[in-house]
């Protein structure tokens, strides 16, 4: 069990990262996020409170990795089935690679979503899944993780992402 979920989310990290690869030289130009998104930290995005929200359980303040990649850990001890919540700033060609990568493997699910942007899906890959929303020149990604159905993280990750889009 521990290892189809450790494969399941080693596979959606890969296609995330293939799919945060630019398409052409020529496209990453022109997709290149504004600057008023290069300015924001992921973590002034969305707030402790728009998680705990969300999710339903109690969660840390948000610790960046880098200005683009935001993370919310559930405290440790926690019973709660939400184990931790990332928000992840790209430009348009992560948007669009995920779409291909979904063409590419019928191991990948790609669900349409209404995030109230220029476009957003549901990306999965067996029990774990990401919104990826575009609007403007801007993409991103937030995931759930959690020890619930897919759809249940989708539900969680939908409100987070309609923030986000409220804020870019």
């Given at each position: 069990m521990k290892t189809n979920a450790f494969l399941g989310a080693a596979s959606l990290a890969f296609l995330l990262c293939v799919s945060a690869l630019p398409s052409s030289a020529a496209n990453t130009a022109a997709t290149t996020a504004p600057s008023k998104v290069k300015a924001a930290s992921a973590c002034s995005l969305l707030t402790q409170a728009d998680i705990q929200a969300a999710v339903g359980a109690p969660i840390g303040a948000g610790t960046p990795s880098t200005?683009?990649?935001?993370?919310?850990?559930?405290?440790?001890?926690?019973?709660?089935?939400?184990?931790?919540?990332?928000?992840?700033?790209?430009?348009?060609?992560?948007?669009?690679?995920?779409?291909?990568?979904?063409?590419?493997?019928?191991?990948?699910?790609?669900?349409?979503?209404?995030?109230?942007?220029?476009?957003?899906?549901?990306?999965?890959?067996?029990?774990?899944?990401?919104?990826?929303?575009?609007?403007?020149?801007?993409?991103?990604?937030?995931?759930?993780?959690?020890?619930?159905?897919?759809e249940k993280k989708e539900a969680m990750e939908l409100p987070l992402a309609q923030k986000v889009v409220g804020k870019i």
């Open positions: 200005d683009t990649v935001c993370t919310w850990m559930v405290p440790a001890g926690s019973n709660a089935s939400v184990k931790y919540v990332t928000l992840q700033l790209n430009d348009l060609a992560s948007y669009d690679g995920g779409q291909q990568v979904a063409k590419m493997s019928s191991a990948v699910k790609l669900t349409t979503a209404n995030a109230g942007s220029d476009g957003s899906y549901y990306l999965a890959v067996g029990n774990q899944v990401g919104l990826v929303v575009k609007k403007g020149l801007v993409s991103f990604k937030v995931a759930v993780y959690a020890t619930v159905p897919v």
